[in-house]
């Protein structure tokens, strides 16, 4: 045991890092304890810096000013680690237990230089008591017996404080075995939990026995009974009584004495007497006094010394315990290592035997792996062989393969050649013969069903464009180093071949360019072969991104152009061909944005019972918003197709392109608009800024195509075509001056003369006048009348400036 104090106690410590510690030398030997009136306060702490931290704090403000004194008990490993793990002590090397002991103390002096640092941060003086011990809790009893400590903070568990009776906890146990005198405050994470007080007799101690307080905490350290022995002492000021411990006889001696020198007092002077009383007492007093003193240094010196021999005595015991233990240890270990080395040289013989007996197996290994490293040698020699052969043979193949299909192109182009000359010689001799178009029938290429599986990878998913419901599906392909489209009839289809020979009959005379071009048929598979085109009207419009790519000049052409096709099949010879089934969905495009007619219905070839048929119906036309939009509603009453059919189709698509509307009353909305000079409303804005002239003219033409009476409907004419192809380019010609209303600054299309000699577009006149105004817009002055005469000479002349460009 020993105290620990920083070597310059009169200052306080600044660091925690301080080397000096170093015990008093009135404790380095043991022979001394503290003073008696050290009113220090002992703190216990344990191995824990950051549990310790509150109740530092809590005794920092508690005890304000006051030096604390740190008190821990050192408690040694019973295990220590080794290479065989961890063993008892008594069981270890001596050496590695006495290295091991070293390192622990290191430890503890680490964690006692943190304690003192942490006090020297709060400016508190402290010093250090330590101790070992197997039990914390007896060496804190110990140390707190041993130094006479009269105020302890330790740290307690809840539980275990409100149950003193539970010996096994370290706060009862100190409890119950501290001095009287000890005061105790047990702190729980800086909160106070309970506080043992001291003894009640403890201020009734003998005044002796406070000047001597060394002897005292001995005192009633070892030995609680010498409390209950201390009686009380006479103080001539206060009593004429005087009680001395265990001693009777002196107090009657001392009265007797008394009495009789009163008695003599009479007769002498009385303050000699009194002073001479005195002086006894005070001698006798004396005389108890030392006498006592010397039993109690006596007494605690001899329990002092048995103490130290039964120490000795139990470390004797445990001494020769310790090695005992390590006797058996050693023999055991011993024992072990005996039988551990012969096992091993058993397994060493053992793999001596297994170890030649591998080289043996790696002599025969090594032969036979030599004899198929030849045989290897051997094999990769015809494989080299057998793949230069290979390699020649897929060379060959290749030039094979490429021959034969170089010569089914060949064979192809030249069958298409031979028949397109067979063609066209056909068309000149009809042409000559009777003076006009005519359309007779190709010699069209026929292709088997093995070329149209090579052309599509056998009719694959991925080859398919759309499935349609009405009985075909289409496929894109690739023949005669193009481009086609393969349109296939289904064989579940009872009218199949009618339908396809209806259509090589009447497709096959088609020669325009405008008009979908069939190449080929295939009779096995009832199957046509179409030139292709990436996308149709209908989709093109009515998906969003490309929508907006269609200028309204794209839309113009197109327009021309589908007025072109139906002008080529309505003067077709020697009979009028007609499409029958016109919608933008029969409309394709290719990639340059050229539409061409396909998917013909001919009247001809359709009876009225036949169309009446609600099959029928719906294969030959779509249904929108519950009617028929693009058919003729004649044809839906009375299933009669004309050419005035198709013009009322035409209508409706023009409508449709310069609208972008779907809706069942297109037309009429497009009337309304016109008539309340409000075109503009019902514009496409996608299509960009509309020329007015443009989208009059094309909504005028719309609208003719779209009378109900049929006699009303305008002709595909040749001068109507040249009209429309040059609407398109229309912003791109020089305007001669006078075709200009002078009002709206457009070319007039229902020029009319007013009577201040100026031609104004008919509509716009009719407005100005509309108003009430009865003056000239050209210059303001009143007019003479307000009739209006048509300029039909000038209206001549923007009609052949527009078909003549």
Known sequence: MKLLRPSH?????????????SPPASFRHGTNLPSPDDDKVYVAVGKSVEKAVSLFHWTFRRFRDREICILHVHQPSPLIPTLLGKLPATQANSDVVCAYRREEREEMQKLLLDYMSLCSRSKVKACVVTTENDQVRKGIADLVNEYGVQKLVMGAVPE????????????SYVAKNAPPFCQIWFVNKGQLLYTKQPAENYDLLPPSIHQDSSALRSQSLCYPSAEREQ????????????FVPGSTGITRSLRSNTSSESGFSSEHDPRVEEESLCKQLEEVNLEAEASRNEAFQELLMRKRLEAQALEADNKVEFHLYGLTLEVKAYESAHAQEVESRRVAEDKLDAARREHEQLMEQKELTSKELHKVMRNIAILENQVQEANCRREESSEELKLIQSSIATLKIEKLTIQRLRFDAENWLDMWKSRGQTGGISCTTLRLMEFSLVDLETATCGFSESFKISHESYGCSLYKGEMLNRTVMIKKLHRNNLQAQQEFQEEVQVVGRLQHKHILSLIGICHEAHAFVYEYTPTSLESHLTNRTNSYSMSWKTRTRIISEIANALLFLHNSRPEKLLHGNLNPENVVLDSELCCKLCNFRFSKLVNEETFRCRSFRQYSEPYSNGQFLFTDPDVLQTGDFTA?????SFGMIILWLITGSRSAGLANEVRKAVSGSNLASVLDASAGE??????????????????????DRPVISVVLVKELEQLSVLEDRQVPSFFLCPVLKEIMHDPQLAADGFTYEGEALRGWLKNGRETSPMTNLKLDHLNLTPN?????????WLCNP
């Open 9 to 21: 106690p009169s200052a306080p410590m600044a660091t925690a890092g301080c080397s000096g510690f």
């Open 690 to 711: 509309w020329s007015g002239f443009v989208a009059k003219r094309l909504a005028d033409l719309g609208l003719r195509c779209c009378e109900s009476n049929t006699a």
């Open 231 to 242: 009686q009380e002492i006479y103080h001539p000021s206060s009593s004429d009584t005087c």
């Open 160 to 171: 275990n404080w409100m149950n003193l009776k539970k010996k096994s906890s370290k706060s």
């Open 792 to 800: 039909h000479s000038i209206w001549l002349a923007i009609q052949d």
């Open 644 to 648: 005035k059919s198709d013009v009322y």
